[in-house]
């Protein structure tokens, strides 16, 4: 059975450093790889979507890595603001492809 | 787009009440998606529909819960009757097809008292 780890479950960096947030999945047999924001009280934004042919995904100042097998993703942050404060969450399919299992996030916090 | 439509927003009902949630997914999206989260749980598929079928139901907790998607457009989640462990948040979410990126609507959160 798929499970999604991410590691810390929460991070407080001050304005401007760079940072990346780490996803891993027991099961490598994925083929894509999605990462979330959620803000409190709110619904999820996707961010950025690996397929499994892929190595690497860009948007902006987000730069999502894929490594399948080690079963491993990470998500790159780069100039944090104080804007970027929210959970942040990864999914991959299930076997069936019928839902996403998500990890229980980590909660980021960006100091002005 | 508007993206994907839920309502309510919050919902406040009482034990053994019924309780109907709703949402509209993206337009030409295939998939459709029900999610609850709670924090002991985290997020956790409900059902999952495709063209207007029920394909995997396999998360939904009980026969007090059932869902339908009568057209492409719509789709109900109805707990009857409800108890306060259904207190949480629910998620609606659709997709173009099962394997491509999903898009997830601001939630219902439910509460029972």
């Known amino acids: 059975k798929q499970e999604v780890t991410q590691i810390p479950a929460a991070l407080s960096v001050p304005e401007g450093e760079n940072l990346v947030l780490n996803c891993s999945f027991t099961d490598s047999a994925i083929y894509n790889l999605q990462w979330f924001r959620q803000d409190p009280g709110k619904g999820l934004t996707s961010l950025l979507l690996i397929q499994s042919s892929q190595r690497e995904q860009t948007s902006g100042r987000l730069n999502a890595s894929l490594d399948k097998s080690s079963g491993r993703s990470t998500l790159y942050i780069a100039a944090s603001q104080p804007g970027d404060s929210a959970t942040y969450l990864c999914?991959?399919?299930?076997?069936?492809?019928?839902?996403?299992?998500f990890g229980k996030g980590t909660t980021l916090s960006v100091s002005s | 787009d508007a993206g994907v439509i839920q309502s309510p927003r919050h919902e406040v009902t009482e034990m053994g009440q019924e309780v109907t949630l709703r949402c509209k997914p993206i337009s030409g999206h295939n998939s459709l998606f029900w999610y609850r989260q709670t924090m002991m749980r985290g997020l956790e598929l409900l059902i999952y529909f495709n063209n207007n079928v029920p394909i995997d139901d396999s998360g939904m907790p009980e026969d007090r819960f059932s869902a339908k998607m009568p057209n492409a457009s719509f789709s109900t989640l109805k707990i009857q009757p409800s108890e306060p462990r259904d207190s949480a948040v629910y998620f609606c979410a659709s997709s173009l097809t099962k394997d491509t990126e999903a898009f997830f609507g601001q939630g219902t959160r439910l509460t029972v008292v």
């Open positions: 999914a991959v399919p299930n076997q069936a492809g019928t839902a996403l299992i």
